[in-house]
């Protein structure tokens, strides 16, 4: 699909952000310092991640962890058309349960959803009656080209094309600035690289005057 530029990209340097990925997770089991859990991609080790419990209760509790091991455990047939999935059991470590809430929060879960049954696994778990988890991990980008309306970036990880991805951009001495960026094209570039044009969407008035404001400081504004 063709791009509709509205407005000229300038080439820039230094410029990095982040786009926020999420996978669907099987939690194996849990306990109030981390849980393991199973995926369909390889977690990278002491690399951040949101992982987000769902209560049968139909509420969630979103926890910050750390991946402290992660294995290979085999590839089954995929559900559609015979595709291989792989599947991955991964350790995580809780980074943001000494609040006295978030404590409070999963021990309510854990007691609501435990088995009655415990297991060894990387320490004493207790296994937990929960269908699935969402897991959130943010992949670093380069920036290669900037506009009001949207960037060219280079990532190490493909994207979508006509994918909605939640994103952050960091502007030196300003901020960073939050958004939903649609995939307008994904190329494979060299070095197992892919360029990905984005366009902004869901910008706040209050961020798109900070990206006005950045642009003008590098050259005049100009609509092509």
Known sequence: MQERRRFQRVAVEGLSGRVFFS???KVLNLSLG???????RSL????????????????EIALRGTV???????????V???????????????????????TSQLLQFIQAHSSGAAERLRGLRVRVRT??????YPHRYKVKRLSLSGMLIETTEPLRPEGHYPMELHLPQKGSIRFSGRVAHCNAHSGGLFHVGVE????????????????RELQPIKKS
């Open 34 to 40: 981390g849980c393991a859990i199973e995926v369909d």
């Open 131 to 136: 269908e699935r988890a969402a897991l959130d």
């Open 200 to 215: 902004f969407q869901e910008l706040s008035q209050e961020h798109a005057a900070m990206l006005e404001e950045f642009l």
């Open 44 to 59: 990278k080790p002491r690399q951040p991640y949101t992982i987000k419990l769902r209560g049968k209760d139909g509420r």
């Open 80 to 102: 559609h058309r015979g595709d291989v999935v792989p599947t991955y059991r991964a350790g995580l470590s809780f980074q943001d349960v000494l609040t006295d809430e978030k």
């Open 68 to 78: 402290v091991w992660c294995e290979l455990r085999g590839s089954p047939p995929g």
């Open 23 to 25: 996978s669907e997770a």
